[in-house]
């Protein structure tokens, strides 16, 4: 019996067969010069996909969450400060981590459903920050553009180690919320509005008595 080959939806992350994969050409926006790879979606997740990147909004608050990433990465855990520029070995990383990846090369990390959200991996660092800091205070990574590589590295394990937990932690909470929105609507009393009629006592004239 032939072995069933499968493969991996750009989107939503998930396995697919050969025989489900819509292939189309994505673009790397992130970069100044777009370039174009073939990947493979489920049918409904292309649609999704093409839908959300034209969805200003969307990727408004996406690029917002990266440039908050970047900029934490950078002055509270790396301890660059702010008005110098960070190496983009680390960009690539922290890029990485979106889709679950130690090299993202070439794999689409931009209004995707797979991997973690820039949220989460916001909200990672901020949990592991003080170990980090704790960490990085003693130990000698080296000088140079190796010893920065390998601080960053030492910094991502730190990162991957925890992230999991991190975002069952936020599904669990989401959750949570969705079933209190849930019983808020079904308790929800109904709003009845009842036309009333009020009848006038009397035929309405006037009596008058003649002498």
């Not at 939503?12 to 777009?34: H, M």
């Not at 669990?172 to 009845?192: G, I, L, S």
Request: aromatic share 10%.
């Amino acid at each position: 019996m032939e072995r069933q080959a499968f493969l991996k939806c750009a989107y939503c992350g998930k396995s697919l067969t050969v025989e489900e994969a819509v292939t189309a050409s994505i673009d790397q926006r992130s970069r100044k010069d777009p370039t174009f790879y073939e990947r493979q979606f489920h049918f409904d997740c292309l649609k999704k996909y093409r839908d959300e990147r034209h969805d200003e909004q969307l990727v408004k608050e996406e690029r917002s969450d990266w440039d908050a990433c970047y900029q934490y990465f950078k002055t509270k855990l790396m301890g660059i400060d702010e008005s110098r520029p960070m190496d983009k070995y680390a960009a690539i990383c922290l890029r990485g981590l979106r889709v679950g990846l130690k090299n993202p090369y070439g794999a689409k990390t931009m209004t995707i459903k797979a991997g973690y959200s820039y949220r989460t991996i916001l909200i990672t660092m901020k949990y592991c920050s003080v170990q980090i800091q704790r960490a990085v205070m003693n130990k000698d990574f080296g000088e140079g553009n190796y010893g920065f590589k390998r601080k960053v590295n030492y910094i991502m394990a730190i990162l991957f180690n925890h992230i999991n937990d991190v975002q069952a932690r936020l599904d669990k909470v989401d959750r949570q919320n969705k079933r209190v929105e849930k019983r808020v609507e079904e308790r929800k009393p109904e709003v009845v509005t009842t036309a009333q009629t009020y009848k006038r006592k009397g035929t309405g004239k006037r009596r008058v008595v003649l002498d």
